[in-house]
């Protein structure tokens, strides 16, 4: 009874074998889908009979796949996928995604690395680094930042989609003032420091020009936001404004 039982736990593990294993595959240079059913044929070469089998839903330009989740999904179509890579996420697009060509710029390599939008955001919200990760993709919009620290700390400039590529003109400066806030003008030069409060007479972030009103003449005068209620006017604003063009205030 235990030499049966042996043998047929032994030709069970014969059988799985191949099965586990699984036909290896590569990731495709260019991950689309047109359908809107993104299948492991849309995501994979040589995926043989298994092409068919859908992954996920794209209702979007582009949907955000868990490397690991697709990984699993082959592997129990039969595929092996090793990701030799050790990509975390997988943007599928349902289109070439061209960049504007450059003059004398080196061609777009295939299936790039751009930011993407882990989860959505709202508008007004602040990225933060967890909100953002790296994907492979086709190529990237002629705006798609090389860097995360450059929309770090930024606000949302209107709602944004978890899976989407990241755009410059997503964000802008963080608003730390809003219209008809009470704000601190402080001027410093040559040893002479003034301070006064005005009211806003709109909204700004860090480091933009904010139009302040003297409560007492009602004159107008134009400052620097410096932080939360906080703006400067004179020579140190100038310089501020002139080097911190890109300056951030990250909401925490």
Do not use: C
Not at 8 to 29: E, Q
Not at 128 to 141: C, E, G
Not at 191 to 210: N, R
């Amino acid at each position: 009874m235990k030499t049966k039982t042996f043998l047929l736990a032994a030709a069970l593990v014969s059988l799985a074998g191949p099965a586990i294993a699984g036909r290896p595959v590569t990731l495709k240079a260019d991950t689309a889908n047109a359908s809107g059913i993104v299948t492991l044929g849309d995501l994979f070469d040589d995926a043989g009979g298994a092409a068919a089998t859908p992954v996920a839903s794209r209702n979007g330009a582009s949907v955000a796949l868990d490397a690991s989740a697709v990984q699993a999904a082959a592997r129990r179509a039969g595929l092996d996928w090793a990701n030799a890579e050790g990509l975390k996420k997988i943007v599928v697009h349902g289109g070439p995604v061209m960049a504007a060509a450059v003059p004398g710029a080196p061609a777009a390599r295939s299936n790039i690395e751009v930011l993407t939008y882990a989860r959505s955001l709202t508008a007004g919200e602040i990225v933060q680094p967890s909100d953002l990760v790296w994907a492979k993709m086709a190529a990237a919009p002629a705006d798609s930042p090389a860097d995360a620290e450059a929309v770090i700390g930024q606000a949302a400039k209107r709602p944004l989609r978890a899976g989407a590529v990241v755009q410059a003109r997503d964000v802008g400066a963080a608003q730390v003032i809003k219209s008809g806030d009470i704000v601190t003008v402080s001027y410093d030069a040559d040893g002479v420091s003034l301070s006064m409060q005005g009211k806003a007479m709109g909204a700004a972030g860090v480091g933009e020009t904010l139009a302040v009103q003297n409560p007492v003449s009602k004159k107008v005068v134009q400052t620097v936001v410096t932080g939360p209620g906080q703006a400067a006017v004179g020579p140190g604003a100038d310089q501020m404004k002139a080097s911190n063009r890109s300056a951030r205030y990250a909401a925490r």
